[in-house]
């Protein structure tokens, strides 16, 4: 295991992305609690599990289970890399894309064809981030993860917002609102890789990187998820419109 040390920057952004991601889960599920409508109950079961799986895996980056230390090759030299965070990823950013195909009314082609990118994308960038060849292969581990990345952005402002566009004014306002926080993140992960000690590149060193993906990260899980369940009533009355019998 390869524990931070204490106090260091590195150490509070995990510690920190613990607890904040931990808060909001309970928030969300005590929010949610005494929810009854089924479609409503929908939102809320996926959009708990995200930061409840985030906290987990913040928690055991931060106790040094969920990090290994290895020489990555020619160039890189010993480098440190948080698995438990690709695991995160690999599991939340499916949650996050099915909230906004869930919040358009996204036909199934265009769910599964958003998800097997996002796996895609993240399985590209695990194999980017464990590759022991040296800095070349990385980099071009990361080209592959990140033309997937723009590939599933694409779809989610064209397809997906073409769908989104069909609905009422507030709940299409909403996942305007939702889409634009997803894409505007979601394009700084791979900068944040490719800059810092995982790319090779160490614009920035291993403290730093850690902050900014902590910081990335509780946006785009509590900040998403604080968002559409303050929004509720938009798509909640909405699914109770669509749920009433037609007038005779």
Do not use: H
């Amino acid at each position: 295991m390869v524990v931070p040390e204490p106090g260091s920057l590195q150490s509070l952004s995990l510690w920190i992305g613990s607890v904040a991601m931990g808060l909001a889960a309970l928030k969300f599920l005590w929010d949610g609690w005494s929810v009854r409508d089924p479609e409503t109950q929908e939102y809320y079961v996926i959009t708990i599990f995200v930061p409840a799986i985030a906290a987990v895996s913040y928690f055991s980056m931060a106790t040094g289970f969920g990090v290994v230390s290895f020489d990555a090759g020619p160039g890189m030299g010993e480098t440190v890399i948080y698995w438990a965070r690709y695991a995160d990823w690999l599991f939340t950013t499916p949650l996050l894309l099915l909230d906004l195909c869930l919040l358009a009314e996204a036909d199934r082609n265009t769910i599964y064809t958003l998800v097997g990118l996002d796996v895609f994308m993240i399985g590209t960038g695990v194999a980017g981030a464990l590759a022991r060849e040296g800095q070349t292969i990385r980099v071009v581990w990361w080209a592959i993860s990140t033309g997937a990345l723009l590939v599933l952005l694409y779809l989610l402002f064209e397809t997906l917002s073409e769908q989104a566009s069909r609905l009422s004014a507030d709940r299409a306002s909403l996942f305007g609102r939702l889409r634009n926080l997803v894409i505007g993140l979601w394009l700084l992960y791979p900068v944040i890789w490719i800059l810092g000690t995982e790319g090779g590149v160490e614009l920035f060193g291993l403290g730093v990187e850690t902050a900014l993906f902590a910081v990335l990260d509780v946006a785009a899980k509590v900040g998403f998820g604080a968002l559409l369940l303050r929004s509720r009533e938009v798509w909640a009355s909405d699914a109770a419109g669509s749920a009433a019998p037609a007038d005779d």
